[in-house]
């Protein structure tokens, strides 16, 4: 089965914190994820990887950054976390298997952020 | 550009009641299509899927037909249980494209 585990299933930071997600699978996956899912708003791209060092902006990267230094592991990072960044952190790995892109996820990150 | 749209939630059944969950979606070419469930307070979980047109999809009792001339992918279950209280996404993907619906709400009674 593929696995993709979070660091944190709960986390509480001050305003102003740099805070690290991380994400890690174990299914040699090239592509990796990450979303935040709000009340409301359903679940919105924030950045993803597509290959060790390589990341692209999602639909709404301000305010995060992200680091893939080993294909397995794809962090998140909160450069100064403000309290709209309150949210549950979704990552996900990608398996490309023919026509068929299968997404899987973690069991989340729900942060606060006071 | 591509989308998902689903009906609006939150659905509230009694169980043993039969479950219908609209998903159409808009998309250029031939999309996969897929049936995420999510528990309280956990991630996203792969129910089913389907990869081309008139394919169906089945998991744990859930079912989903790809209707390519009506560009839906309902979701359905004929009995539901308490256990399937959960927020369900429609979503597809295109090349390397994965477009995510609102998710709709589902509460069954006892």
């Known amino acids: 089965d593929v696995k993709v585990t979070q660091s944190s299933r709960y986390l509480v930071k001050r305003t102003g914190e740099k805070v690290f997600l991380e994400c890690v699978q174990d299914m040699d996956h090239e592509n990796m994820f990450w979303y935040r899912q709000d009340p409301g708003l359903g679940l919105r791209l924030i950045y993803f990887?597509?290959?060790?060092?390589?990341?692209e902006k999602g639909d709404i990267p301000e305010g995060y950054s992200v680091s893939r230094e080993k294909k397995e592991r794809f962090s998140l990072i909160l450069e100064s976390a403000s309290t709209n960044q309150t949210s549950m952190y979704l990552c996900a790995s990608r398996i490309d298997r023919g026509f068929s892109y299968e997404q899987y996820f973690g069991p989340g990150t729900r942060l606060t952020v006071t | 550009g591509d989308s998902v749209t689903q009906m609006e939630g939150p659905v509230t059944l009694s169980e043993e009641a039969f479950l219908t969950i609209n998903c159409t979606y808009t998309a250029t070419g031939y999309p996969s299509l897929f049936w995420y469930v999510q528990y309280p307070g956990e991630g996203l979980q792969l129910l089913l899927k389907a990869t081309k047109a008139d394919d169906k999809g089945s998991n744990k009792g859930f079912e989903a037909t790809y209707r390519k001339e009506t560009t839906s992918f309902h979701l359905e279950k004929g009995s539901v249980q308490v256990s399937d209280s959960a927020v369900y996404f429609c979503a597809l993907s295109e090349g390397q494209n994965f477009v995510f619906g609102p998710g709709t709400r589902l509460s069954v009674l006892p």
């Open positions: 990887s597509y290959d060790v060092k390589m990341k």
